[in-house]
């Protein structure tokens, strides 16, 4: 699979996904070798770090620059790797085990939405000049693009950029918040208007004059990490320093949001795995009526419950990054057109990206709360990990895009495809008729059939609903948040069970979980078809007429009945539990 959005429309017994188990012997190397310095030489420090320890913070960059941590995914004529997206997401999950989200923040921040507009949009030039000195870790780079007056809307902000009469430098004005790395960064990425009307991307960099910090911001995590105003007062940038062209930072400031959603989703779930062992490590030593925490039932619950979200949110994290290395491959590194075909390719999976972003940062928040409520009193006291890896994560569904915009994004570029034909939506859905199950052959007794036809109806169902919500407002269904949200939420549970259905299939004979991952595929089915089905069956009680509703949910309510998809999922989390006590830690990445 090499084409954003297929879930929609692949059907069952067609194409496979990347998964972690067909990780090659160099990446599994390779995420040891990070795994291992993040657990013996950042971890030890985080305490540290989380002193907005600039020194300290650069010398981990410098050494992860050693490493080329600064530039997997760049490539090696700039001083990078050249390595694919799926490198640069396991090496992302790996950095989890370092206790140290501040770092981590300085850290993608520096290598994502600062580094890549200049990548993929920069001149030679540019790229020559600054990137290598990136690489290395040398220099700290930033990106600023909200305003105090423009977030989520950040097209409407006020920044002005104008020519001096000497046709040499931009001169920049207004103020630019919540600036990662801001009071550290050596090179900043600003977008401004020119002629107060063409929004562009402008390089700063330490010649630069008129390039103000405010004071650091007073978080309630991160604590670590710099995050300030800048203030360009008559802020004098030359114009070789343009990024892009005039006119063009629309493009340069969202496209690298994109593939920095994916990476966030990479970095949170490498994050919420952690979690798993460490409120296991408390929980198997923490005593209550004279039995280890692990003896209770509810919280066995809770940590099978975590490593489903983990699971899930793995699963749909390498199945996309996948899919991105798959449909890049057809490109040479030295075409002219290697940025535009690659930030293309990355566009046309934003979907995915957005989907990645949203589900893991809530997996990781909603198993970082369970780890507090695993320890209890200590978890709500800052001398235990837990408080302040809660307070850290809140942060992670506002980065990028709130998950709000995200999904306001997933739904836009689902009617996009379906509109313009993109994928064969509308030719699935005609061939559906009146009833909910698409066209799929799929054999009569396979082993997990019921699962096969629960995640073929939950395709059914997503594509019809789009289908009802397109009939319905046509292009204004981007103006329509209530029914947008739900749609999103549908879209997201398709993604997980089809990937977790694919990967199950796709797993060797000889794999030694396979019981524990079917235990896994049917909660996540359940629960996930549950989604799809009432967000559905919300959406099409708005938007149809009386007589079509009861005809259309009465087809539905067929359809459910006749599959009759049940899991006894008591039974299967006790499963997934016994297997993390067994293994002591997230127990499925090998």
Not at 45 to 54: F, G, S, T
Not at 123 to 147: C, F, H, V
Not at 355 to 360: L, M, R, T, Y
Request: proline fraction near 3%.
């Amino acid at each position: 699979m090499s084409k954003g959005g297929a879930f929609l429309t692949t059907p069952f017994g067609v194409d496979e996904i990347f998964t972690r188990e067909k990780w090659s012997d160099d990446q599994k190397e390779f995420f040891e070798a990070i795994q291992s310095f993040a657990k013996e030489a950042v971890a030890p420090r985080a305490d540290d770090i989380e002193k907005l320890n600039e020194e300290l913070t650069r010398d981990f960059m410098t050494q992860m620059g050693e490493m080329g941590m600064m530039g997997l995914d760049v490539p090696e004529q700039y001083g990078g790797m050249g390595l694919d997206k799926t490198a640069a997401a396991l090496a992302l999950e790996a950095m989890g085990v370092g206790e140290s989200s501040s770092l981590m923040v300085t850290v993608t921040d520096h290598t994502g939405i600062g580094l890549l507009p200049i990548l993929w949009y920069g001149n030679d030039e540019q790229r020559e000049k600054y990137i290598p000195k990136m690489m290395s870790g040398e220099w700290m780079s930033s990106y600023a693009l909200t305003e105090p007056g423009a977030g989520s809307d950040a097209l409407n902000g006020t920044a002005s950029a104008s020519l001096n009469e000497e046709g040499t430098h931009y001169i920049l004005n207004g103020v630019k918040q919540f600036i990662t790395n801001g009071g550290w960064a050596d090179i900043g990425v600003v977008f401004a208007k020119v002629d107060g009307d063409k929004l562009t991307a402008f390089i700063l960099d330490q010649e630069t004059t008129g390039w103000e910090r405010g004071p650091e911001e007073h978080k309630l995590g991160i604590k670590g990490s710099s995050t300030t105003t800048f203030v360009l007062n008559d802020c004098k940038v030359a114009v070789e320093n343009v990024l892009g062209g005039v006119g063009k930072g629309a493009a340069v400031a969202f496209n690298v949001l994109y593939i920095g959603r994916l990476k966030l989703g990479a970095v949170t779930m490498g994050g919420a795995k952690h979690v798993i062992k460490t409120a296991l490590d408390y929980a198997k030593e923490r005593k209550q009526f004279a039995q280890p925490l692990t003896a209770f039932g509810m919280m066995q619950r809770k940590f099978a419950d975590m490593v489903i979200r983990c699971y899930e949110s793995d699963t749909i994290t390498y199945q996309s990054t996948g899919s991105i290395d798959a449909a890049v491959e057809r490109y040479e590194e030295d075409d002219p057109e290697y940025y535009n075909h690659l930030y293309s390719v990355i566009e046309d999976h934003a979907i995915e990206n957005s989907v990645n972003k949203i589900f893991s940062s809530e997996a990781m928040w909603i198993n970082a709360d369970d780890g507090v409520q695993i320890f209890g009193g200590y978890g709500f006291s800052e001398e235990y990990p837990l408080a302040r890896l809660l307070r850290d994560e809140r942060v992670n569904r506002i980065f990028e895009g709130t998950n709000e915009i995200n999904k306001l994004i997933i739904s836009g570029i689902a009617m996009k495809k379906a509109i313009l034909e993109e994928l064969p939506m509308r030719e699935q859905i005609l061939e559906m008729g009146e009833g909910w199950m698409p066209v799929a052959d799929i054999p009569s007794d396979h082993s997990i059939v019921q699962e096969i036809k629960a995640v073929e109806l939950g395709r059914g169902i997503v594509l019809k609903t789009l289908h009802e919500l397109i009939l319905k407002y046509g292009q204004d269904f981007k103006n329509t948040q209530f029914e947008i949200e739900a749609f999103a939420n549908m879209v997201i549970a398709q993604q997980i069970i089809f990937s977790v259905l694919r990967r199950y299939l796709q797993l060797d004979e000889a794999y030694p979980r396979r019981d524990e991952v079917s235990s896994i595929l049917k909660v996540s089915v359940l629960r996930n078809l549950e989604v799809i089905v009432s967000n559905a069956q919300k959406i099409l009680r708005h938007i149809l007429p009386e007589e079509d509703r009861k005809a259309k949910l009465g087809k539905l309510n067929e359809a459910l009945t006749e599959l009759d998809y049940h899991a006894d999922v008591i039974e299967e989390q006790k499963m997934i539990f016994q297997l993390l006590l067994k293994r002591g830690t997230y127990p499925l990445n090998d």
